[in-house]
């Protein structure tokens, strides 16, 4: 599966990004799918993960109730509604692919090169 992510960007506090995960390669339904981030000098974060109907989601207590992750099966995406966003939010958010809705990254197999956020206070 190749993995490529966009809808990253500059956004003062308090504002609102939506990024985009489009798949190739493989039967997107196959797979649940989530959203993991990274600040240098720290190992990479969970976000967000969801299965692959979208029946399922899962959220980091750092984001929940401000992000809202959901998936097109028909357009082979994965989105992830961000709001609120605050200045530790930034970092660089990666996405990803594999066969269960986990918070670690060694459970998944495919990653996506990365969209960086930053938030400015």
């Known amino acids: 599966v190749q993995l490529a992510e966009s809808g990253g960007g500059l956004v003062q506090e308090g504002g609102s990004l939506r990024l985009s995960c489009k798949a190739s390669g493989r039967t997107f339904s196959d797979y649940a799918m989530a959203w993991f981030r990274q600040v240098p000098e720290k190992e990479r974060e969970f976000v967000s993960a969801i299965s692959w109907n979208g029946g399922s989601t899962y959220y980091a207590d750092s984001v929940k109730g401000r992000f809202t992750i959901s998936r097109d099966n028909a357009k082979n995406t994965v989105y992830l509604q961000m709001n609120s966003l605050k200045p530790e939010d930034t970092a660089v958010y990666y996405c990803?692919?594999?066969?269960?809705?986990?918070?670690?990254?060694?459970?998944?197999?495919?990653w996506g090169q990365g969209t960086q956020v930053t938030v400015s206070s």
């Open positions: 990803t692919a594999g066969a269960g809705t986990e918070m670690v990254p060694l459970a998944y197999d495919y």
